[in-house]
């Protein structure tokens, strides 16, 4: 019987320590996953050239359509990295693959990867950089150029398309960006529409570039809106643009105006100082708290007359001009009034954009402002933002109800009295 070794005592139960060193692996597994999707495609290559021949590599049979020619070289870039594809020549016929458009140096995804990118406010130098790190392959501002192009098309096809439905509630905004021109900087516009439909959902209506927020740049875009099929508004929530208030009858006359009320504090807050800026802040807030227009009409009055008392002429002149301008969401179902009363919905989708933007900087011109504002604004508009439900328009249709036929009984009322006629 052979003697069995001894087990030194101090190395019984003691874990054995690898080290991995994680580049190395993973630059194997990269390497792994790219021969794998080059072998792959090279056999799909080869399968295309056999049945366009009608006969497998060195077959020999009546119903060969050809014969190979050997093969040349070509490279793909995709998601695994760069590939060399042999792809085959034929005599007699002509290889045309459906895998592979001619020409083609990357894949689809790829290129809508470097166009998202880019539209996302990535800059072209990162883009670079990024292409670098993923594929090994730096592509140029050239390429990246071509790619948005594409990308101009899908993006107009969305900003054109029909509106469909009814939108009661539409909300409006405009965003200033910067662009070159003639070798200085100068302000251009992006106005947005938001609207809410029938069902109560949110979408994205409408994005276009404007000079300024003044009268044609407004009036253009809501003659773009009405165009392409919005209807059905019975209130437009917004800031007080001028331009924007003396266009809107123009093209929705049914349309009410309901000024945001955070943008209305804001422009109190200017003519307030700064140490009575939380006081005048409650004195507003206790406007837009009462139960009905009557008596936020009556507390426009109060909060007047306390800040005429305060020695605060400005402020109370702003709230005796342009408070009641505030209080057009009374008309709408109480369990709408925390979205009618302000345009913050539509104010956070602009946040967004302003974060998206600000890594560009200075467009080069105004359309490609506009394309990266709509860029954004089509994928806040496929994700769950739009997909909720955002308010419940039964109550909107009940409380139309009820006024139609308050109306009716009181016109009955009116020719059943003995004083008409």
């Not at 009546?62 to 014969?67: A, I, P, Q, V, Y």
């Not at 139609?404 to 008409?420: R, W």
């Amino acid at each position: 019987m052979k003697d069995s070794k001894k087990l030194n005592p101090e190395t019984i139960d003691k874990p054995i320590i690898m080290q991995i060193n994680e580049d190395q692996v993973r630059s194997h597994l990269d390497g792994l996953v790219k021969d794998t999707v080059e072998d792959t495609l090279n056999q799909m290559l080869d399968a295309e050239a056999e049945e366009l021949l009608a006969a497998k590599r060195y077959e020999h049979t009546d119903d060969r359509l050809g014969t190979r020619a050997g093969h040349y070289d070509r490279q793909l870039m995709t998601k695994a990295g760069k590939v060399n594809l042999k792809m085959p020549k034929l005599r007699g016929v002509k290889f045309e693959t459906a895998i592979i458009e001619q020409y083609r140096r990357r894949e689809i995804s790829v290129e809508e990867a470097l166009m998202q990118m880019y539209l996302a406010g990535v800059s072209v130098r990162r883009v670079e950089d990024i292409t670098q790190a993923l594929w090994g392959e730096r592509v140029s501002p050239s390429s990246i150029s071509d790619l948005n192009q594409k990308m101009y098309v899908t993006i107009e096809e969305w900003r054109n398309r029909p509106i469909e439905g009814e939108f009661p509630y539409v909300f409006l905004d405009g965003i200033w960006l910067k662009r070159n021109w003639g070798g200085t900087c100068e302000n251009i516009a992006v106005l947005v529409a938001v609207g809410v439909n029938q069902d109560g959902h949110r979408e994205i209506l409408g994005v276009q570039e404007g000079m300024k927020e003044d009268a044609d740049s407004w009036s253009s875009f809501l003659r773009h809106l009405k165009e392409r099929g919005l209807k059905g508004v019975r209130l437009v929530v917004s800031d007080k643009s001028l331009g924007l208030v003396n266009s809107l009858p123009l093209f929705f006359v049914d349309a009410a105006w309901q000024r945001c009320t955070t943008h209305f504090y804001r422009n109190v807050f200017k003519v307030t100082p700064n140490s009575k800026v939380g006081e005048v802040a409650n004195m507003l807030k206790a406007i837009h708290a009462q139960e009905d227009r009557e008596a936020a009409l009556e507390k426009i009055e109060s909060v007047v007359q306390k800040l005429e008392g305060k020695k605060l002429g400005k402020a109370a002149d702003c709230v005796r001009e342009g408070a009641h301008e505030t209080l057009s969401y009374y008309d709408y179902p109480s369990k709408h009034w925390r979205h009618l009363r302000t345009n913050n919905m539509l104010e956070r989708v602009m946040r967004e954009i302003r974060r998206r933007t600000r890594v560009v900087g200075n467009f080069p011109d105004g359309k490609s402002a506009l394309m990266l504002v709509a860029a954004r604004l089509r994928y806040v508009g496929s994700k769950k933002w739009s997909t909720r439900r955002y308010m419940n328009m039964d109550h909107l249709y009940d409380l139309e109800k009820e006024k139609e036929q308050l109306a009716l009984h009181n016109e009955e009322d009116a020719k059943d009295s003995p004083l008409v006629g």
